[in-house]
């Protein structure tokens, strides 16, 4: 086992959005020094951080640099080319590993990862063409989910297909135009009664520890809604921890990873998506737990003993989308007179529809009292104060 990163040594995050802000935020707290690299400045992160870099993922000297100057690398963002993956790794170790990241920025190579290795997952078939389009929607049938194969999140880059009639709009909304050259997957249709997730960390030494299972609720593809613990059967709970652990053993992960479930109405569980990084359906980990997961990403990649994830008590995340800020700035006051409520915002300089400008988290004696609790809060942004 490798030696551990100790307090006083340099962290280094691609990607610089609300994760790598809350990351930050941590590691300073327990006296790391962090640098960001993005393609932007005056970021969330570079705004928290020691050292913000302005550079694109593909300028692989700049990345080269950035790893000199650091003692680990990880991402809080994870649409980042193997070729930068390799750039860093010539300097500094990068946790989670390229390995990692390459299997799940895609969606065609994630499918294909947890069917070969026997974990439940949604139908699904590979699609290079309108005409293969047809000829899956055949044999996966309708309504089913068309997605391109990388790059994708919040519900970016895909399209409902309710009857076969569907197929040639679909096909041109995600690819852009019929006929261009790309790899998409069609998934079935889940007829599920709610998403929930597992975020769970893995250390250098296969140390596991998981924050629980919790209930999603989504508007518009977007997370909307986040009750920890999540309303769910034991049964349930148990098979989500036992498959999330599996998928980080077989990954190999060395940080975090969110483990995004189907629940069906039959209480079946089936993963939709992985992410190798802290997830917006972990933000309630930073107030309501011993050990947020971004302080549990930093130990992990650092070699340091896992945190407890003991939940203090129930709490429920809502997002603040910038939609919030149409008629003007949201009435912060209102919000923060509710005691059990707590405002995260991350630095966004612009608002616009859809965009994460935050987040509120309530706690309360059960999940979902605290549920009651964040919606009245977010719904009390709503109420303009006065001009004086």
Request: aromatic share 6%; glycine share 8%; hydrophobic share 40%.
């Amino acid at each position: 086992m490798s030696r551990p990163i100790l307090p006083g040594s340099t962290v280094g995050v691609l990607g610089s959005g609300q994760l790598g802000r809350m990351f930050a935020i941590a590691a300073r707290r327990m006296g790391y020094r962090v640098h960001t690299l993005s393609p932007d400045d005056d970021t969330p992160t570079g705004q928290v951080a020691d050292r913000e870099v302005k550079a694109d993922y593909e300028d692989l000297d700049a990345v080269r640099d950035f790893a000199r100057h650091v003692d680990v690398v990880t991402f809080e963002f994870e649409n980042v080319s193997a070729a930068a993956t390799e750039a860093a790794e010539q300097f500094a170790p990068v946790r989670p590993g390229g390995n990692v990241l390459h299997t799940t920025q895609h969606r065609l190579r994630e499918k294909t990862f947890l069917k070969s290795n026997g974990f439940p997952h949604t139908p699904f078939a590979t699609v290079r063409s309108l005409e293969q389009l047809k000829d899956a929607l055949v044999s996966l049938g309708t309504p089913a989910v068309l997605k391109t194969a990388g790059w994708g999140y919040d519900g970016k880059g895909q399209a409902k297909i309710n009857t076969p009639a569907d197929a040639e709009a679909a096909w041109t909304k995600v690819t852009g135009a019929i006929g261009t050259a790309t790899e998409a997957v069609l998934e079935a249709w889940v007829d599920f009664r709610e998403e929930v997730s597992v975020v769970a960390a893995r250390g250098i030494d296969g140390e596991y520890a998981d924050f629980g299972v919790v209930s999603n609720s989504h508007r518009n593809h977007i997370l909307d809604l986040t009750l920890a613990p999540g309303d769910v059967s034991e049964k349930v709970r148990r098979d989500a921890r036992e498959i999330t652990r599996a998928l980080l053993e077989k990954l190999q992960v060395v940080g975090v990873l969110c483990v995004e479930f189907f629940l069906t109405r039959d209480d079946r569980l089936l993963v939709n998506e992985l992410a190798p990084r802290p997830h917006n359906s972990g933000h309630f980990s930073f107030d309501a737990c011993l050990t947020s997961q971004f302080e549990q990403q930093l130990r992990a990649i650092c070699g340091l003993p896992l945190g407890s994830t003991e939940l203090l008590r129930p709490a429920a995340m809502a997002n603040l989308l910038g939609d919030l800020w149409t008629d003007g700035e949201p009435d912060w006051e209102a919000a923060c007179r509710l005691p059990g409520v707590k405002l995260h915002l991350y630095g966004k300089a612009a608002p616009r529809p859809g965009r994460k400008m935050g987040h509120l988290t309530a706690l309360a004696a059960t999940s979902a009292e605290a549920a009651r609790d964040v919606l009245a809060a977010r719904e009390a942004l709503l109420r303009r104060p006065s001009a004086t």
